[in-house]
């Protein structure tokens, strides 16, 4: 089924109309917006005025008599040197919205992208052998937004968690447990992820002590990694053994923070080592990068360090070795020519934006990249920090595991399921399910509403708190309504009823309800799903206002009460879809 037009599409389509009409050389874009004066306010007369060097107002007289109105205008008027306030019929409204609810694709808006493209998102990125702190939350929660966002409006999104699960560490780690061959044996044939991590990480801190204080050692874990390079199957196997074991942990972690990761979408550092050598011979030959004190360097005019001096990006390093740069230009290589990527998207913490952007340049200098047909986008995210304002620590200091941040979200969630419990007639089995979904969910959200590139403050309180904006809150929102058609039960269904004149309320949700495809498109385009958050937000806030003003079982009449089930049934669905488009779910009873 073809995407149901937005009232603001068609106002907008009927307002250019007369702008032609009234100045067929003039380019017409009515610059239509909402407006607390009226359902829109269009300013675009302004502008065109000037350019024709005529009176705006008399202009804007001129333009309203063109408006092709009655069906969808109710009325519009000119205010101020110009502007046109436009007020819509409240059938216009209904019809609209109708047409929406019986979508049988339930896109409740949403258009599909007239010319999909293949967007690769980078995002989620642990590493092997350690385990997930405070500092991953942003990229898992934010990449798989963005990952559901685009699919939804039918972008091809390939996945791609770029794991560290290469170099100079796992010599290290690779030799000692070839002599300690019993480190990493299971007592039990099923292990946990969290057990399988705590195992590597013993094995970690082992290995490191071992390194650090014995020379003998450090020179056989050194000799290893250029094993590990030179392919040796007896050190990939092992290799591939601490890769398995931290897989066993990503999934798990993944898995509590309630989102999908295929095995097959993680590529880590090491899918690309074949491709190193391959990618340094290009762009020496190519001349973007050349050698500098025996390290093959790429160049940048405006990159220099303190002392003025220019800081290269270096591609290998004077011992042979290659940097982080190469793996990353190779993954370029790989996404735009292998994947054929029209779009490329890195959601990494700010504080790597130096070096992406000389990788970016780089590859662009190279003929990889360039902003017509492929182009490269790091959506920048900012620190989780604590209450007091600094970066998220424990008590001792340390970082926070990301797996004790989640639990801790879950427990003070069902706390706040439990207490309500009783008076929804929860089972312990749904105060469980509840307990993990508004946990998760208060987590994911608070990240979510605050613009990527913002920090922002962890604080378990206010983000299970019902009040203000949280997800808890909306989730909540979504509960009541279902807690309402199910006492409409047998005796009223949700029908939409064109012919009923609209409370102040009712229009001021349905005009709202209206914009849920447009932002969605918009945070598809922009790659900021804390948009479609504060749009989610303010649809809840407006439902308040509605059930304040207006009664739905107990409504006036018969044909008010349908009406009224269905405004509210379609604003449910719209609560429900926009969450999971952001990763949250929205359990019935609440």
């Given at each position: 089924m073809a995407s149901v037009t937005s009232l603001t599409a068609s106002v907008n389509q009927r307002l250019a109309s007369a702008l032609t009409a009234t100045l067929p050389e003039a380019d017409a874009d009515p610059l239509l917006r909402r407006s607390d004066r009226a359902d829109y306010q269009a300013n675009g007369i302004l502008a065109l005025a000037k350019k024709a060097k005529a009176n705006p107002r008399e202009l804007a007289t001129r333009v309203v008599a063109q408006v092709e109105s009655g069906e969808v205008i109710k009325e519009i008027e000119v205010s101020g040197p110009g502007f046109l306030n436009i007020t819509l019929t409240d059938r216009a409204i209904t019809e609209n919205l109708a047409a929406r609810y019986a979508d049988a694709d339930a896109r409740l808006g949403v258009p599909l992208a007239e010319?999909?493209?293949?967007?690769?998102?980078?995002?989620?990125?642990?590493?092997v052998a350690k385990e997930m702190h405070v500092g991953h939350l942003r990229s898992a929660v934010i990449g798989d937004a963005v990952v559901q966002i685009l699919e939804f409006t039918g972008e091809n999104v390939v996945r791609r968690h770029h794991i560290?699960?290469?170099?100079?560490?796992?010599?290290?780690?690779?030799?000692?447990?070839?002599?300690?061959?019993?480190?990493?044996d299971h007592k039990d044939?099923?292990?946990?992820?969290?057990?399988?991590?705590?195992?590597?990480?013993?094995?970690?801190?082992?290995?490191?002590?071992?390194?650090?204080?014995?020379?003998?050692?450090?020179?056989?874990?050194?000799?290893?990694?250029?094993?590990?390079?030179a392919g040796d199957p007896h050190t990939l196997a092992t290799w591939q053994k601490f890769v398995d074991e931290s897989k066993i942990y990503f999934f798990s972690?993944?898995?509590?923070?309630?989102?999908?990761?295929?095995?097959?979408?993680?590529?880590?550092?090491?899918?690309?080592?074949?491709?190193?050598?391959?990618?340094?011979?290009?762009?020496?030959?190519?001349?973007?990068a050349v050698r500098s004190e025996g390290a093959l360097c790429v160049f940048f005019d405006d990159v220099k360090?303190?002392?003025?001096?220019?800081?290269?990006?270096?591609?290998?390093?004077?011992?042979?070795?290659?940097?982080?740069?190469?793996?990353?230009?190779?993954?370029?290589?790989?996404?735009?020519?292998?994947?054929?990527?029209?779009?490329?998207?890195?959601?990494?913490?700010?504080?790597?934006?130096?070096?992406?952007?000389?990788?970016?340049?780089?590859?662009r200098r190279a003929g990889w990249l360039n902003d017509d047909d492929v182009n490269a986008f790091q959506l920048a995210f900012g620190t989780v920090l604590g209450k007091d304002g600094k970066p998220f620590k424990t008590r001792e200091g340390e970082t926070v595991r990301l797996v004790?941040?989640?639990?801790?979200?879950?427990?003070?969630?069902?706390?706040?399921?439990?207490?309500?419990?009783?008076?929804?007639?929860?089972?312990?089995?749904?105060?469980?399910?509840?307990?993990?979904?508004?946990g998760v969910g208060a987590v994911k959200y608070a990240d979510l509403s605050t613009s990527a590139v913002r920090d922002y403050k962890f604080d378990l309180d206010q983000m299970v708190s019902l009040n203000g904006d949280t997800s808890v809150y909306l989730q909540y929102a979504y509960a009541r309504i279902q807690s309402i058609l199910r006492k409409a039960g047998g005796t009223a269904s949700p029908a939409a009823h064109p012919e009923l004149e609209l409370a102040p309320a009712e229009r001021a949700l349905g005009l709202h309800l209206d914009q849920f495809g447009e932002t969605v498109a918009e945070v598809a385009e922009s790659y900021e799903p804390h948009k479609l958050?504060?749009?989610?937000?303010?649809?809840?806030?407006?439902?308040?206002?509605?059930?304040?003003?207006?009664?739905?079982?107990?409504?006036?009449?018969?044909?008010?009460?349908?009406?009224?089930?269905?405004?509210?049934?379609l604003t449910a669905r719209t609560l429900h879809r926009g969450m999971a488009l952001l990763g949250i779910r929205t359990p019935e009873k609440l």
């Amino acid at each position: 089924m073809a995407s149901v037009t937005s009232l603001t599409a068609s106002v907008n389509q009927r307002l250019a109309s007369a702008l032609t009409a009234t100045l067929p050389e003039a380019d017409a874009d009515p610059l239509l917006r909402r407006s607390d004066r009226a359902d829109y306010q269009a300013n675009g007369i302004l502008a065109l005025a000037k350019k024709a060097k005529a009176n705006p107002r008399e202009l804007a007289t001129r333009v309203v008599a063109q408006v092709e109105s009655g069906e969808v205008i109710k009325e519009i008027e000119v205010s101020g040197p110009g502007f046109l306030n436009i007020t819509l019929t409240d059938r216009a409204i209904t019809e609209n919205l109708a047409a929406r609810y019986a979508d049988a694709d339930a896109r409740l808006g949403v258009p599909l992208a007239e010319q999909p493209g293949t967007t690769v998102i980078d995002y989620a990125q642990p590493n092997v052998a350690k385990e997930m702190h405070v500092g991953h939350l942003r990229s898992a929660v934010i990449g798989d937004a963005v990952v559901q966002i685009l699919e939804f409006t039918g972008e091809n999104v390939v996945r791609r968690h770029h794991i560290g699960d290469w170099g100079t560490q796992f010599g290290m780690l690779i030799q000692y447990l070839d002599e300690h061959p019993h480190e990493l044996d299971h007592k039990d044939a099923q292990v946990s992820g969290e057990e399988a991590m705590s195992n590597l990480d013993r094995l970690y801190k082992a290995a490191r002590k071992l390194f650090d204080s014995d020379e003998e050692f450090k020179t056989r874990a050194r000799r290893r990694v250029v094993d590990l390079q030179a392919g040796d199957p007896h050190t990939l196997a092992t290799w591939q053994k601490f890769v398995d074991e931290s897989k066993i942990y990503f999934f798990s972690v993944f898995e509590k923070l309630d989102m999908e990761v295929r095995d097959a979408d993680i590529v880590g550092e090491s899918g690309y080592n074949d491709m190193l050598d391959e990618t340094c011979r290009l762009l020496e030959e190519s001349g973007v990068a050349v050698r500098s004190e025996g390290a093959l360097c790429v160049f940048f005019d405006d990159v220099k360090g303190p002392d003025g001096n220019p800081v290269p990006l270096i591609v290998k390093k004077s011992d042979g070795g290659y940097g982080y740069a190469a793996t990353d230009l190779s993954a370029i290589r790989d996404r735009v020519f292998h994947l054929k990527a029209n779009a490329l998207l890195y959601v990494v913490d700010a504080r790597q934006s130096l070096h992406f952007k000389m990788v970016f340049e780089t590859a662009r200098r190279a003929g990889w990249l360039n902003d017509d047909d492929v182009n490269a986008f790091q959506l920048a995210f900012g620190t989780v920090l604590g209450k007091d304002g600094k970066p998220f620590k424990t008590r001792e200091g340390e970082t926070v595991r990301l797996v004790d941040l989640l639990d801790e979200a879950i427990d003070r969630a069902t706390t706040v399921v439990r207490e309500k419990a009783e008076k929804m007639g929860l089972t312990e089995e749904e105060i469980v399910e509840n307990g993990r979904y508004v946990g998760v969910g208060a987590v994911k959200y608070a990240d979510l509403s605050t613009s990527a590139v913002r920090d922002y403050k962890f604080d378990l309180d206010q983000m299970v708190s019902l009040n203000g904006d949280t997800s808890v809150y909306l989730q909540y929102a979504y509960a009541r309504i279902q807690s309402i058609l199910r006492k409409a039960g047998g005796t009223a269904s949700p029908a939409a009823h064109p012919e009923l004149e609209l409370a102040p309320a009712e229009r001021a949700l349905g005009l709202h309800l209206d914009q849920f495809g447009e932002t969605v498109a918009e945070v598809a385009e922009s790659y900021e799903p804390h948009k479609l958050a504060a749009y989610l937000f303010k649809l809840a806030t407006l439902l308040t206002s509605f059930y304040d003003q207006c009664p739905v079982l107990k409504a006036e009449t018969p044909a008010q009460v349908e009406n009224r089930l269905f405004l509210v049934d379609l604003t449910a669905r719209t609560l429900h879809r926009g969450m999971a488009l952001l990763g949250i779910r929205t359990p019935e009873k609440l």
